[in-house]
């Protein structure tokens, strides 16, 4: 067992929050009751995530996508205050790290993605060095690197194949970093893995020859909040369980 202010105090040490430029507020984002002995660990803070989690005799949740976010207008009004009103109702508390939890070396969405599919990390790219470089045991037609991701992580990706080229090479970025894809061509990719693609990788993968692929920004992203949650709960002593609310997106 452990208090909410040992364990916002260790997350914060932990996954550096102070460091980063994010889209919204790392952190608690949500009080409720002092002492936790059970966490329940997730993607997103959605309403049938907290009521999941509820029922399941959680005291904290911990999340990668929590409630608030840069451009919101501050109104607690429809789905925004339902979610809320579920926490508050439940007495819960709401931990939620976004980038911090996208970069952290071993617990990360990527380093955890990356042990996944067996990448040894080379180095870093992109915007605060969210993402990440490194090589497979052995090169890959893309083929061959698309029946690994649905083997892996359970679903197939969206292939752009590029073209052809042996991949030695591969850059990655979880979730929604495929504007990240020009950064990746130059820091040496033969091919990008990230969350979801839009309109112009699709023809930046044929005119470069890399080749891009889209693993679900969902699916990309259930492994960090996962290590990090067991993580903190062998440290504190906490029951912990991962409830995946199934994303198509």
């Not at 061959?144 to 969206?158: K, M, S």
Request: glycine share 12%; aromatic share 8%.
């Amino acid at each position: 067992m452990t208090t909410r202010d040992e364990l916002e105090s260790y997350l914060a040490t932990l996954l550096e929050v102070d460091r980063f430029k994010d889209y919204g507020p790392n952190g608690l984002q949500l009080e409720g009751r002092p002492q936790v002995r059970k966490l329940v660990s997730g993607v997103t803070a959605s309403r049938a995530f907290i009521e999941a989690a509820a029922a399941a005799g959680a005291d904290a949740l911990l999340v990668h996508h929590g409630l608030f976010w840069r451009g919101q207008d501050g109104r607690l009004t429809g789905w925004l205050k339902q979610r809320v009103a579920a926490l508050i109702g439940h007495d819960l508390n709401l931990f939620a790290y976004h980038l911090p939890l996208d970069a952290h070396a071993e617990l990360g969405n990527n380093a955890q993605l990356g042990a996944r599919l067996k990448l040894a990390v080379e180095g870093r790219f992109g915007e605060q060095q969210l993402g990440f470089v490194g090589s497979p045991p052995q090169p890959l037609t893309a083929a061959a690197l698309a029946a690994l991701l649905q083997f892996r992580i359970g679903r197939a990706p969206l292939v752009v194949e590029g073209d052809g080229r042996p991949i030695r090479r591969v850059a990655w970025c979880t979730g929604g970093a495929q504007g990240w894809f020009e950064a990746a061509v130059a820091a040496g990719a033969d091919a990008f893995l990230t969350g979801e693609i839009s309109e112009p990788q699709a023809h930046l993968a044929r005119e470069t020859g890399v080749a891009f692929y889209a693993c679900g920004h969902h699916a990309t992203e259930r492994y960090g909040v996962q290590a990090l949650g067991a993580h903190v709960a062998q440290l504190f002593d906490l029951e912990h369980e991962f409830i995946d609310i199934d994303n198509p997106a």
